[in-house]
């Protein structure tokens, strides 16, 4: 048992059959040197075993000039980047090394990238790391540099459990990639930002990253997830953009407990979170609304298992939509987890790809409304590949404005009749508690 911070890490043996997949390791990656995370077709692949796909993975100390010029940011329509984390894995874990390659494949099967589609949709293949003053502005430094000080020991264990409610693994290179996650999110932030500047209508930013991190509280790592990216970069868009008014939206599946503990005193971060009622971890209880300065400013809505599109197209405009107008942000986040699909084993909502289609599209004109278009969404879970790839690829063709291909993936033979009744029931007590 290794005790950091006010933090427990378990470290468990090397029986358990862990396959390290990195192509490097922490010692040749030093920090602080300014490192970048390119994903393109120049690097060190590094393959996933569980997808026919390669995912660069090379790292420089060296600045590049590769970092798109303003004029790419504003002729975007969708900026997205990629940090899949490949020497983050365990042998048959849900949240394993396959989850974001299988994204990227699915992305150039339906012809969503810029090959096909060359201005509109720009990868980010260069960015900086998180510093970790990034991620210390959420989380306690003891957890940060005890983290930091375990990948020795994980280097010589193998594999060590981080968290045992999740459980949250490390492998010797969860730090760092860890910080390549969280700095994705964080370039996402800027560059949507910078195009802002440029034009009427900037575009929408996805961070197809992990490890997920919406569980992460400000003391430790929790349900699969090390650092809070969406966290991070809420404070991020406040202290460098001057983007006070943050709103952040959460619909993965399982209550985003970190996030929610992160601002639950803050009245300038609004935390709406829609999730399984009575699923992981067992907090986002409808009376939990923030405290002293920030009472108000959480949102929680428990649904009941079984909810579905219908569940969540009335949540969206009864719910989020009058709060976000209410609150007046100046940029949305989002924790797009996409667990909630009713083929995801983790849970037992009723999602689509085609409630993901309307999600993502309402979002994108709500911050258009709202906030000038400022808004980037952020990887959290999904765990059947096929599910979580179908519904991030048609939130693409949402944030293109392209019709949904829904159809064309969900089997409305396989859904059941919602709990209407139950909803509607969370729905008018939600809206009571918040003066809706």
């Known amino acids: 048992m290794i005790v950091i911070g006010t933090v427990m890490f378990l470290v468990r043996n090397p029986v358990l059959k862990w396959k390290n997949h990195s192509k490097f390791t922490l010692n040749s990656m030093p920090l602080g040197y300014g490192l970048f995370c390119k994903h393109s077709v120049s ?6 075993k569980n997808v026919k796909t390669s995912v660069s993975c090379s790292h420089s100390s060296e600045k590049n000039d590769t970092l798109p010029s303003l004029k790419q940011l504003s002729d975007a329509r969708v900026i997205y980047a990629v940090a899949p984390a490949l020497g983050h894995n365990k042998d048959s874990h849900p949240e394993s090394s396959a989850r974001v390659p299988a994204i990227v494949t ?5 012809e969503l990238t810029s090959k096909f589609r060359g201005s509109d949709i720009l990868e980010l293949q260069n960015f900086e790391l998180a510093s970790v003053d990034d991620i210390a502005s959420v989380h306690a430094k003891a957890y940060v540099s005890g983290l930091e000080k375990a990948m020795d020991r994980a280097s010589k264990q193998g594999l060590i459990v981080i968290d045992g409610s999740g459980p949250t693994y490390a492998t010797p290179t969860t730090f760092h990639e860890s910080l390549v996650a969280a700095g994705a999110g964080l370039a996402l932030v800027n560059s949507v930002v910078a195009a802002s500047k440029n034009g ?8 197809l990253i992990r490890p997920p991190g919406h569980h992460a509280i400000p003391k430790g790592p929790m349900g699969f997830c090390v650092f809070g990216n969406v966290a991070i970069a809420a404070r991020h868009a406040q202290r460098l953009h001057g983007l006070k008014r943050v709103f952040i939206i959460d619909f993965d599946v399982h209550h985003g407990n970190g996030t929610n503990d992160a601002f639950f005193d803050d009245p300038d971060i609004f935390f709406l979170s829609t999730h399984q009622d009575g699923s992981y971890p067992g907090t986002g209880k409808i009376d939990e609304i923030g405290h002293g300065a920030g009472e108000g400013a959480t949102l929680n809505l428990p649904l009941p298992g079984g909810s579905g599109d219908s569940a969540m197209r009335t949540v969206f405009d009864e719910v989020i939509v009058p709060c976000a107008q209410r609150f007046k942000p100046d940029i949305i986040l989002v924790s797009a987890g996409y ?6 084993p983790l849970a037992s909502l009723q999602f689509t790809t085609g409630t993901y289609y309307m999600l993502a599209s309402n979002i994108k004109q709500l911050a258009k409304d709202l906030c000038g278009g400022h808004c980037v969404f952020f990887l959290e879970g999904g765990y059947n590949l096929d599910s979580l790839s179908h519904s991030v690829a048609d939130s693409f063709r949402a944030f293109l404005g392209e019709p949904s291909l ?7 033979a396989i859904l059941y009749e919602e709990p209407s009744t139950r909803v509607k029931q969370a729905i008018q007590r939600v809206k009571h508690i918040h003066y809706l």
């Not at 699915?106 to 339906?110: C, S």
């Not at 667990?339 to 995801?344: C, E, K, P, S």
């Not at 829904?406 to 409305?412: H, L």
Request: proline share 12%.
């Open 43 to 48: 690097g060190t692949k590094c393959f996933s």
């Open 106 to 110: 699915a992305l150039e099967k339906m």
């Open 200 to 207: 009427l209508d900037p575009p929408m930013g996805f961070a």
């Open 339 to 344: 667990d909630g699909h009713v083929l995801d």
């Open 406 to 412: 829904a159809p064309k993936f969900d089997d409305p």
